[in-house]
């Protein structure tokens, strides 16, 4: 296949996950896309993409089945980016969740909430084991569809301290120099959103003084936190086409939908499957209010298959 067959194939294949802000924002995605894929073609023969994803399962009971185990999302999340893989063509999942494992960890009067390590760990053995099984149906796609720490980052990019004393130095340096600007603000409610998703059941014992302050310092420390591994990510992959689960305003990263149309994120909500076939992710207590039922069961100690079907 030449080199632009193999990229108008890419263009097509994942123009149905892309997230864009209007019609002039996308056609300048696709520029971007093939821009970036014929720089990488030219210099080393392949197309590699890059994104950071799956964390570790949200620990709030009113978003996810399990936050042990990867299920349903996970595995049509991660089908879709399978779609994507074919010779010459990998994706690279940063997995971030020892980015932010000892910041998602509360505790208020006695009470703690937030991660457990061991729960964290399951879930990423869950994640691939669903990879594993796409490489039993597909050989070599576990190769080209691999999860990558950020310790690897490290050691690509030669820094020789361990990560968590990376990470806290990165957060010292970096939060007295986050400015409020368009793109920050965003990013700040975004993230203040999604934390108070995970930590809700402290928060509502909290005092509303003493959880705002709790969600703006969490908040800070995730931004620098995501700031600096983002720049890992940039020096150890400085030619690969960068993906987001955010929508994005400038074309330098693109922004797409782990599920084709929707917003929510496998590891923060649960798979909806609808009578006609189509499936989107949705928190859990909102899947159960709309009337959708729980189908599935559990396959091993760290996945299941269980998500919401209509009935």
């Known amino acids: 296949m030449s080199n632009a067959a193999l990229i108008t194939r890419q263009v097509e294949k994942i123009s149905p996950l892309m997230r864009s802000f209007d019609q002039t924002h996308r056609q300048k995605q696709f520029e971007a896309l093939r821009v970036n894929m014929e720089r990488q073609l030219a210099h080393g023969g392949k197309i590699t993409y890059v994104l950071p994803a799956f964390p570790f399962k949200s620990p709030n009971p009113d978003r996810v089945i399990d936050c042990k185990r990867a299920d349903m999302a996970e595995a049509e999340s991660l089908r879709n980016l399978a779609i994507l893989v074919e010779e010459n063509v990998e994706v690279h999942i940063m997995t971030d ?155 330098s990263r693109i922004g797409i939908s782990l599920v084709p149309g929707c917003k929510q994120c496998p590891w923060n909500g649960v798979l909806v499957v609808k009578k006609d076939g189509s499936k989107s992710i949705v928190p859990k207590s909102k899947a159960e209010i709309s009337g959708f039922a729980l189908q599935g069961a559990v396959l091993s100690e760290n996945r299941s298959d269980m998500h919401y079907a209509e009935i």
């Open 97 to 251: 969740s020892r980015v932010f494992f000892d910041l998602f960890q509360v505790s208020h009067n006695g009470n703690t909430f937030g991660l457990e390590e061991a729960a964290v760990a399951r879930f990423e053995r869950g994640v691939y084991e669903i990879i594993l099984e796409m490489d039993a149906q597909i050989p070599g796609m576990a190769e080209k569809l691999r999860r990558v720490p950020i310790e690897a980052l490290m050691e690509r990019v030669n820094i020789t301290v361990g990560a968590a004393e990376f990470l806290r130095k990165e957060e010292d340096v970096r939060i007295p120099t986050i400015r409020m600007n368009c793109r920050t603000r965003s990013q700040y409610d975004g993230l203040k959103r999604t934390i108070g998703g995970y930590f809700q059941p402290i928060l509502d014992i909290m005092d509303l003084a003493q959880g705002e302050q709790t969600l703006h310092r969490l908040t800070l420390s995730s931004i620098a936190r995501t700031s600096a591994h983002s720049e890992l990510i940039t020096n150890a992959y400085p030619d690969a086409l960068r993906l987001s689960i955010h929508v994005q305003f400038d074309t």
